[in-house]
């Protein structure tokens, strides 16, 4: 199984390909198969995502999760302190200064 991800263009979030968009959670994502290099490129013309790469996804109880463990990290935030993990639907979340 192949998934994407990225970064949003306007705040550097993470993001995750879910079929038709990018969507900032990671249970979104949809299995792009051998589609994804065609998706990266039409998706960074437009300026939609910056830095899209293609990972290996494994499907589990709760859905599809990168099986790499530098990409889950990346969907969940840091493994030391979960008071620190991110929560995109959480509203104060996309206010970052970067």
């Not at 306007?10 to 994804?36: F, I, N, Q, R, Y």
């Not at 099986?67 to 979340?93: C, M, S, Y």
Request: charged share 30%; glycine share 12%; aromatic share 6%.
């Amino acid at each position: 199984m192949k998934i994407l991800t990225g970064n949003d263009l306007k705040t550097g979030a993470v993001t995750w390909w879910d079929g038709s968009g990018w969507s900032l959670h990671v249970e979104d994502c949809a299995d792009v198969g051998d589609k994804g290099e065609d998706i990266i490129a039409r998706e960074q013309a437009a300026r939609r995502v910056f830095a899209a790469y293609v990972i290996d996804g494994e499907k589990t109880d709760g859905g599809i999760r990168p099986a790499h463990i530098k990409d889950r990290i990346r969907a969940l935030g840091p493994t030391v302190r979960p008071d620190l993990t991110l929560k995109p639907a959480d509203p104060e979340a996309g206010n970052w200064v970067i």
